[in-house]
């Protein structure tokens, strides 16, 4: 918690019992522990009122999960680069040809997804058609 070890809060306390004194530390304490008994009903009462607002759901919520802490974005970013992908091979570089072909068989299909004619490659610099009502 904070990198804070059981040396450190210990080296905390001594300077706390000699900067404050042994008349006003008891007060002090008093008032820590007053502290954290609040913050401790504040958080409670979330969790209460969590629980009441989502139901049943709040006690299936996987937490462990929703842990910042636990947050990688190498392997988030690999998981949905790789979502779905086991069953096609990866491709490689597309190149304008293979880009054009692919242009020019969707625009060959009828709105079943039936093709009426087989994909041809463009030509270089040949513009692939396009249909305006489609966009």
């Given amino acids: 918690m904070f990198g804070l070890t059981f040396d ?16 006003r530390l008891p007060g002090y304490a008093s008032k820590l522990a007053q502290l954290v008994r609040t913050v401790r009903d504040m958080a409670n009462g979330a ?37 779905g992908s086991d069953a096609a091979p990866k491709p490689s570089a597309p190149s ?6 692919a242009a020019a068989a ?10 009426t004619a087989q994909a041809v490659p463009l030509a270089a610099g040949e513009v692939p058609p396009y249909d305006s009502e489609a966009t």
């Fill in 106 to 115: 969707v625009s060959a299909g009828l709105p079943g997804g039936r093709s």
């Fill in 96 to 101: 304008m040809a293979t880009a054009g072909a």
């Fill in 47 to 83: 969790k209460t009122r969590m629980r009441d607002e989502m139901g049943p759901e709040f006690d299936d919520v996987e937490w462990q999960k929703l842990d910042p802490r636990q947050y990688d974005p190498r392997r988030i970013i690999r998981d949905a680069l790789l979502d």
């Fill in 8 to 23: 450190k809060l210990l080296i905390i306390g001594v300077l706390a019992v000699f900067l404050l004194g042994p008349e």
